[in-house]
């Protein structure tokens, strides 16, 4: 399966594949954030809400990190594996533990406590 979004060598320098999900455009600016989606796989998702109709942070975008080992053919292979990742059916919201959508103070919590065990590994 291919993937149009798949950009891996618009950068040479860039140290990650990126796969775009959704237009940047339709998302607040000051709402960015990026949060792991696998740590240990090196796999980074970008969440922003938009700027029409909701509070939720919703995933735009994924960043595969080469010194993990991704290359073209293995985030093609992670991408048919993980449908969820190229359909637009809903909207896929920050991951939580719980089945309940977090609220906005629940999702900004949880990026405190990233990126506080982001620092931790470092």
């Given at each position: 399966?291919?993937?149009?979004?798949?950009?891996?060598?618009?950068?040479?320098?860039?140290?990650?594949?990126?796969?775009?999900?959704?237009?940047?455009?339709?998302?607040?600016?000051?709402?960015?954030?990026?949060?792991?989606?696998n740590?240990?796989?090196?796999?980074?998702?970008?969440?922003?809400?938009?700027?029409?109709?909701?509070?939720?942070?919703?995933?735009?975008?994924?960043?595969?990190?080469?010194?993990?080992?991704?290359?073209?053919?293995?985030?093609?292979?992670?991408?048919?594996?993980?449908?969820?990742?190229?359909?637009?059916?809903?909207?896929?919201?920050?991951?939580?533990?719980?089945?309940?959508?977090?609220?906005?103070?629940?999702?900004?919590?949880?990026?405190?406590r990233?990126?506080?065990?982001?620092?931790?590994?470092?």
């Amino acid at each position: 399966m291919s993937f149009q979004n798949l950009q891996p060598n618009a950068n040479e320098q860039r140290e990650y594949i990126r796969f775009q999900i959704k237009s940047f455009e339709l998302f607040r600016d000051e709402t960015f954030r990026n949060m792991w989606v696998n740590f240990d796989r090196g796999v980074v998702g970008v969440y922003a809400m938009p700027k029409e109709g909701g509070e939720s942070y919703e995933l735009i975008e994924l960043k595969f990190y080469k010194a993990k080992g991704w290359d073209t053919q293995k985030v093609s292979e992670f991408l048919t594996d993980n449908p969820q990742y190229t359909t637009e059916a809903e909207p896929t919201l920050i991951p939580s533990i719980s089945k309940t959508t977090p609220s906005v103070s629940e999702a900004n919590e949880m990026l405190k406590r990233i990126k506080q065990r982001m620092v931790r590994r470092d």
